[in-house]
């Protein structure tokens, strides 16, 4: 029989678990590389701090005029205004928390009533839930300064919304967890996020264009939202303004409501966790019928001139773009950063500038953009190899051929993107003239393969693992954007004082020659760094190593 | 006399102040298997990562199938095959397309590179899910999956890092019969690992680091003999191991220390 003599109530609990994950960041923080971690921590403390007091006094003053004006109704929009952020806000920082996962507990000799509660209680400690409160608390001051009447109503109000919000909040979190902890699922939402935030650029001339329209029917579809736990809390108050006592329990009964049904569900959700939920990656061994393997389709010898070890490369990497969700969907983005900027800047209609840009700027600039946003990977190429890099220093091959194959699919997605894009520009702003447009694709070969050395030397200097479909610390070395940005920034004025030069000489002819010159000479020099970043790939094959196997 | 696999003088791996690997020389004969002992932290590893270009040594060398490693790792590469520690798996390629791709860094023709890897995942039961990404296969397909990659090209000797780690009997069974091809090749296998029966039951060679140092090197029988002495009595390789590593007694748990279990 073990020796407890008695489980510990769930305050001491909930205490030794605040005590555990405390002692979890301070030990995190004791690694050097975390140090960097301490100084971005206090940075975002102050931001956040700043953000919280500002926004409190902008609640207080809202509650204030809404209550004293004589329009608590429109208290709802400030309680739909929290009720966003504190369902929203936790999904867009789960990539910052703590790693420490609450499922563990699951461990210990504790009941399901008592796991509920510290779950809620870990839910209160989110940064969203404390900002949260601190606008409730604050609004309801200034309503009540502005109508010392309404103080039981909103106090009463905002414990239910604050036990409505966290009940939801850890639902929500909690079916997160349940679908995300297959990788596949991971992948595809990653790559919705970032087609969502690709989406939302486009909404603004959307709205330009069809705001007008789509008015009177968002009008009609807001009284619908009355029914909802935010318009319910600003409903009971507004009664309780006009002392309107069976007004303000009826909504609050509603409200009530909304918290049972979400308890209830959030019960079953805690008590499945409780009985030990099965989330793990790897299916169930079945039997299967056996067969024989299917060959590996290698899509027929369109690679036979490369030497088989960067030809192996080449195709691993394509194999790897495929099947990355994130990097594959930001191949998307090229023709369609091209769509949007040409809206707002370009073509006919712009919708930003009322005179359409020239493409004799806007076209290098465009592809500028574009060319720095598709080689910012190149700067750690090696970020998704895992434990995998080992097989290139096991196998007796030159480094040199991995970089070439890796360099070499870039190169092809690069030039297949920048076509796609040059397509969308001339249908939809048209090409500049053909010295200029020469003078840009030859900038591009200079400016791309110029970098590749850097990149390379950048990929083996400050190596950064990053998972496939996961926002969880998934963050580059800070040297190595740096070093993106630098590169491309000098490399960006080069080449606009070239352009320039050509303006300035009265020979639209000058820079596509400059260009084609340092084309050739970037390419002379990539071949001759090829060697000693071979070498130095030896020397730094144990950080690339301990770095990606981690 | 036969050939050396593996020679190495005065190997020696340095991490800052803490000395891995302390000039260590080894002398492992072709087709040999041969089991290098040690417990934790005590050097296994980095001396296996040296011995396949996975860590470069402080000092000493290193000499494999008469070539030396420093001046010619491509030519040693070649005829080395490696299960390095975590197994060095691209874990989003399937396994056909990972034995394709080693096969192919290793210089292998493709329609060789199919054959060898078709057969190889059907002998090692691999075959049956031809779409699973390697990220998704079980510990021990993925060891199964790494002894393939490792013996593809047909190497001359074999560098195995606890092969037979967090693996089940039945993805045992697989790896030993592997190996044991191998061995009927002449192929030479340095193997690390931690159960000692696997190690007694397959090596006919062995060698115990500790420390940082070669405490031990020979054969199984010229290791018994050596703890014996002369009472003749048959030591299992468990006891050799302790008798060795644990002599000075600070390996040993101290169980009176736990007042409260008694």
Known sequence: ?550 | MSETAILTEKLTRRFGGLIAVDGIDLQVAAGQFFGFLGPNGAGKSTTIKMLTGLLAPSSGRMNLLGVDFTSNPVEVKRQIGVVPEGMGLFERLTGSEYLHFVGQMYGLDRATTRQRSEELLEFMQLADRPKTLVADYSHGMQKKLALAAAVIHGPRILFLDEPFEGVDALAAGALKALLGRMMERGVTIFLTSHVLEIVERLCSHVAIIHKGRLVAQGSLEELRRGVAGDSGTTQTLEAIFLSIVGQDGTERPQLEELSWLT
């Open chain 1, 1 to 550: 029989m073990a020796d407890l003599v008695r489980s510990p109530g769930v305050l001491a609990q909930i205490k030794l678990i605040a005590r555990l994950r405390w002692r979890i960041l301070r030990n995190g923080l004791r690694r050097k590389n975390n140090r960097m971690d301490l100084i971005g921590l206090i940075f975002a403390s102050v931001f956040a701090s700043i953000l919280v007091l500002g926004l409190s006094g902008a609640f207080y003053a809202g509650g204030y005029s809404f209550v004293s004006g004589g329009h608590a109704s429109r208290m709802a929009f400030l309680f739909w205004a929290i009720f966003i952020f504190w369902q929203v806000f936790p999904v867009f920082v789960a990539g910052f928390g703590s790693s420490f996962e609450f499922r563990t507990l699951l461990r210990f000799p504790i009941r399901l009533p008592a796991f509920y509660l510290i779950g809620l209680a870990y839910g209160l400690a989110d940064f969203s839930a404390i900002a949260a409160i601190c606008w409730l608390l604050s609004m309801a001051a200034g309503a009540t300064v502005a109508q010392p009447s309404v103080l039981a109503a909103l106090l009463l109000v905002v414990a239910a919304f604050v036990a409505l919000n966290v009940t939801i909040e850890r639902l929500l979190g909690s079916w997160f967890e349940r679908l995300f902890a297959r990788r596949r699922t991971r992948e595809i939402f990653v790559g919705l996020f970032v087609l969502s935030m690709v989406a939302l650029q486009f909404l603004s001339p959307f709205l330009q264009r069809y705001g007008k329209t789509l008015q009177p029917m968002i009008l009609r579809w807001l009284p619908y939202l009355s029914v909802f736990p935010p318009s319910l809390a600003g409903n009971t108050i507004a009664r309780a303004a006009e002392y309107d006592l069976g007004g303000a329990l009826l909504s609050f009964a509603g409200l009530l409501a909304y918290i049972l049904v979400f308890s209830a569900l959030l019960w079953q959700r805690f008590a499945v966790q409780y009985r030990g939920e099965e989330l793990s990656e790897t299916s169930a061994p079945v039997q299967q019928a056996k067969r024989r393997v299917t060959p590996v389709t290698e899509g027929g010898d369109a690679l036979s001139v490369l030497s088989p070890q960067i030809a192996a490369v080449v195709r691993k990497e394509f194999r790897y773009l495929t099947r990355n969700g994130f990097a594959f969907i930001t191949l998307l983005m090229p023709p369609l950063l091209v769509l949007l900027f040409s809206s707002q800047f370009g073509g006919k209609h712009p919708t930003v500038s009322h005179r359409s840009i020239s493409p004799e700027m806007f076209f290098p600039g465009m592809m500028a953009y574009l060319v720095l946003i598709l080689l910012a990977p190149a700067y750690n190429s090696f970020a998704y190899e895992g434990r995998g890099i080992q097989t290139y220093f096991t196998s007796p091959v030159r480094f040199r051929n991995v970089l070439l194959g890796k360099n070499l699919l870039l190169v092809t997605v690069l030039a297949v993107e920048i076509v796609l894009a040059i397509i969308v520009f001339a249908f939809r702003v048209g090409l500049p003239a053909q010295p200029r447009f020469l003078a840009t694709l030859a900038a591009i070969v200079f400016i791309v393969v110029g970098q590749l050395s850097i990149a390379n030397w950048s990929s083996l200097s400050f190596p950064r693992k990053l998972e496939f479909g996961q926002m969880r610390n998934q963050r580059q070395s800070g040297i190595a954007v740096l070093l993106a940005f630098g590169v491309q920034i000098v490399l960006g004025g080069i080449s606009t004082l070239i352009l320039f030069a050509g303006k300035w000489t009265g020979n639209p002819w000058l820079p596509t020659e400059a260009f084609a010159f340092l084309a050739a000479a970037a390419v002379a020099g990539y071949v001759a760094a090829l060697d000693p970043l071979d070498q130095l790939a030896q020397k730094k094959k144990e950080v690339l190593i301990e770095t990606l196997c981690r």
